[in-house]
């Protein structure tokens, strides 16, 4: 299929999310727009804290009581946004969104067995499949189900966890950092997992800082600053030159790459500056950036 050609799983539309402090308002994701379609993979790239696991959680309705969301995020005819927690509860979550945990080992209980853990999940969706059938799809064979969480290897106790998030068979999945802590072999075979999950016809969205795995299984990069997307690109484009000063830098502070560091620090995100804000710690800024550049593939004055 033509990239792009697929029917849209999931379209974001000036999503933002604000959290409301004693004397202070953080603006930790700002008019968020992107879609994601069947079979494809999207990955959301950008520094610590710069509001991507903050949009995950928005998605998927799990923000804390001082948060409000505005925009929409439709998953079908599904406003995710203006969903009540049982809509989300009952009919999203695990259901129509999986989500894959960061370091998945710990999200399994020490005391059962892969297979029980995987068997009251199916229960509670009301699956009929057995914990058999959903492991395949995830990879596992059916003896690696019976060992307990210490007995598994990382890339199995990944493969568990992929599993509990397939149970529900949903059409949308979000993997949040589902490297961090993991040698490189297995960066690569969990990227490899998430890309199969992908060609199997899943829209998947995962959140990385981590650029080398997001050019192996991204179809499109979606690189985020201070809580507002900068640059959505398909990724060979976005791997062969970005165009936003500040993923450049991203890639520049590769290792693979210059090894140079982006000189400053992200703006605090209760006191952002006015216009774009990567301005103090760009380059290329001029009075021009005073003014909040408008995303069109590229959100920046001179890209
Ligand atoms: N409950 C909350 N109340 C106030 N601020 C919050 C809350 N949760 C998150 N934040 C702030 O929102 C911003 C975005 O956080 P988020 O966890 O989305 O970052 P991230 O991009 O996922 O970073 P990392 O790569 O470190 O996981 C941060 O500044 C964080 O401090
Ligand atoms: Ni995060």
Known sequence: MEIGAGPVTLRVDGLSVRFHLPGATVHAVTDARFELREGHCLALVGESGCGKSVMAHAL???????????????????????????????????????LIPQSPAAHLTPVRTARAQLAET??????????????????????????????????????????LALAGDPPLIIADEPTTGLDRPLVEATMAELRRLCDDGRAVLIITHDLRAAEQVADDI??????????????????????????????????????????????????????????????????????????????????
């Open 60 to 98: 998927l309705g799990l923000l804390p009581g001082n948060a409000t969301v505005t925009g929409c995020a439709r998953l079908g005819s599904l406003d995710l946004v203006a969903a009540p927690e049982k809509v989300l509860a009952r009919q999203v979550r695990g259901r129509r969104i999986g």
């Open 122 to 163: 199916l229960r509670e969706l009301g699956r009929a499949e057995t914990p058999d059938q959903v492991a395949a799809r995830a990879g596992l064979r059916p003896g690696d189900l019976d060992r307990y969480p210490h007995q598994l290897s990382g890339g199995m106790a990944q493969r568990v966890a992929n599993a």
């Open 222 to 303: 979606a690189v985020m600053y201070a809580g507002r997307i900068v640059e959505l690109a398909p990724a060979p484009t976005f791997f062969a030159g970005p165009r936003h000063p500040y993923a450049a830098g991203l890639l520049d502070s590769l290792p693979s790459r210059a090894f140079v560091p982006i000189p400053g620090e992200p703006p605090e995100l209760t006191r952002l500056p006015s216009g774009c804000a990567f301005r103090p710690r760009c380059p290329r800024a001029t009075a021009l950036c005073e003014e909040q550049p408008v995303l069109n593939k590229v959100a920046c004055h001179h890209a």
